[in-house]
């Protein structure tokens, strides 16, 4: 009876395990073991070369660092613009304001949109030549101001994170809405009886009660912008020249440019390692601050 | 390829009334999508019995290694080889695998020309006169073509538009002036490692997109733009000139079938080599070795590349015929990209490959110079860093 019942446990969990196994875990097992071939994805002949993709990406390919470093920029502008404002209008948003379910929905609508067309809307408004925002500039007075903003390379990458931002925040807002609401409220009103002012009410009771939330929003933005590409691809494809280059853009390059597949797989391992290392160092900072508060 | 899809559902119709054999043709955009698909396909060995391949020689030449792809070479010599000697020469030549190829392939041709393309500069007529300019004079020197680009800049017009942001097509240009200030056989020598990137000859070719952009002949952004919008640009009169395919015929005419353009051959820069274009190459087609249907396929390709086909599908789509019998046929647009195909030549025909690693710093490093990010001197240096990085990687 215990071995029938035993059996049909596993019977239940053998599709899941199944499909685990076979879209998760043989793909990831192979991606690894790729790493360590050359191989150009069509001759079924693969040459071992060790961990010489690793040693390769480690100390030879300077643009798969200077992607890593532009995608960490867009990263840092997320983290802090895009957070800072999903955090304000999620503040505004929890107060007793008029209109507020409006704007809940207003400020999630970028997040649904599809990154092909966001990327390409936003390509549209910023172009050199017909953009919406140069058309505004010359009007306001500010022709000089005008520019290709997405060519040039002093303006691509920050425009980049800026359209980042835009499209990302209401993510945040979302989640710092939903951390605002499970506050109680009489904590607020007690503070007030006790004679806190807006400052104090923050730092003390706010602030200290949001941290894990924030700490949250954080790595899901460090995840969400360094793994980002869709939106670049459509806005500028990399360039110009490689200052729109971030990592999953050199994945791409590596397999459909110069089918280098083996190559592809250890840059891949090697972010996926990074991406989890940051992860880390968040959480433990997060909570290190929540401890200090 | 999906702008073609009622020409070809068209021809697949006639077909099957024909022969009574039913042919589908599945097309696909984006054409990475399709690229993707097609090393997906052969992976998996369920490839059609037709398919295309987009990308490198090198990658057609994998194709054929591991087995996927028909020789068509007996095919074509069948009845004293008037098949093969139906196609522009240049055409199959990309489709061939000569003797002593560096791919090792097999020598043989395995690929049918569907059609072809040259890739020309492009003028507007209407703002030639606004620029006080002759219209049935475009520039004949590299000279020429930098006064007429600071006309352009004072007159605050936009000058050359292209889809640089990809950079096979930048590459392209370089190629051309590569050719003609160098010759063929110095370019080979390049890529087999005997010249360095960083001969002055190089350095000249470099040098000529930084006049280009100093003298005001590039447009606002051209580094990140996609071709779509440099043709939306041109077609709309927004842009003096244009660098693009012949596909371009079937586009403008879509876009604004008032335009009034005229095809040139790139500016002549010395006089030792003459001036050469990129051309010969389009859509081909092979036959999937693993096919149970290999005959019916070849059969298939023979009536789609003979003459009534052929012109059907150049009117229908304004794309270059590969059937040499078709090429006297063709309206006029058409015409004015073909009358200078003895003048093309393209990667594909040279029997060497250049690294892929290497042609992205060479159109990267180009973007830069554009940008005035770098000069043509330290570009040349970071390729032929990166040339001797790949060479020395390829011996290990």
Known sequence: ?293 | MTDRRAAFDELARRYEARSGVQVKFELYAPSDAYAQKVRAAAQGDNLPDIFGILGEKQDFASFIKAGHILDLTPSMQAEAGSWQQSFVPKALALNEFPAGNSYGVTPGIYAVPIDIMTIQMLFNKDLFKQLGLDPEQPPQTFAEFLNIGRRIKAAGMQGLVSGWGEVWMVNCLANNFAFHIMGRDKVLATIRGEVPYTDSDWVKVFGLFKEMQDSGLLADGVVTMINKNAERLFANGKAVFAFNGSWCVNVYKGMNPGLNYGVMLPPRIADKYPVSIWGGAGSSFMVNTRSPKKAEAVAFLQWLTARDQQLYLSGATMSLPANKDCLAEIPEALNRFARDLELSTHPNTWGIAEHPQVLEALGKGIQSIIIAEKTPEQVASEVRKVKERQTARRRQ
Request: proline share 4%; glycine share 8%.
């Open chain 1, 1 to 293: 009876m215990k071995l029938k019942s035993i059996l049909e446990n596993y019977i239940f969990v053998f599709p899941a395990t199944l499909i685990f196994v076979i879209f998760y875990l043989i793909p990831f097992i192979w991606v690894f073991q790729l790493g360590l071939y050359e191989w150009d994805g069509i001759v079924p002949a693969k040459v071992f070369v060790g961990l010489g993709n690793f040693k390769e990406i480690l100390f030879e390919d300077r643009i798969w660092w200077d992607s890593m470093r532009n995608a960490g920029y867009i990263t840092l502008i997320a983290l802090t613009l895009q957070n800072t404002l999903a955090f304000l209008l999620a503040w505004a948003c929890d107060r007793q304001m008029r209109m507020k379910n409006f704007y809940r929905v207003l400020f999630f609508i970028p997040p649904v949109l599809s990154e092909v067309v966001v990327g390409l809307v936003w390509q549209w408004i910023l172009d050199g030549h017909y953009g919406l925002l140069n058309g505004w500039l010359t009007y306001a007075g500010f022709p000089a101001l005008a520019r290709s903003w997405l060519s040039d390379p002093h303006t691509a990458l920050t425009t980049v994170a800026i359209v980042h931002c835009w499209k990302g925040f209401g993510w945040g807002f979302l989640i710092f809405l939903a951390g605002l609401q499970t506050i109680p409220r009489e904590l607020y009103e007690a503070a007030r009886v006790d004679g806190a002012n807006a400052w104090s009410t923050f730092k003390n009771i706010m602030l200290p009660l949001m941290m894990p939330v924030a700490a949250l929003v954080a790595i899901l933005t460090i995840l969400g912008t360094m793994q980002g590409f869709v939106m670049i691809i459509a806005m500028t494809d990399g360039g110009p020249a490689y200052h729109t280059q971030v990592p999953v853009l050199r994945i791409l390059a590596s397999m459909r440019g110069t089918s280098r597949f083996g190559y592809a797989c250890a840059q891949g391992i090697s972010f996926g390692f990074i991406l989890v290392a940051l992860s880390f160092i968040q959480y433990r900072f997060s909570r290190w601050t929540r401890d200090s508060a």
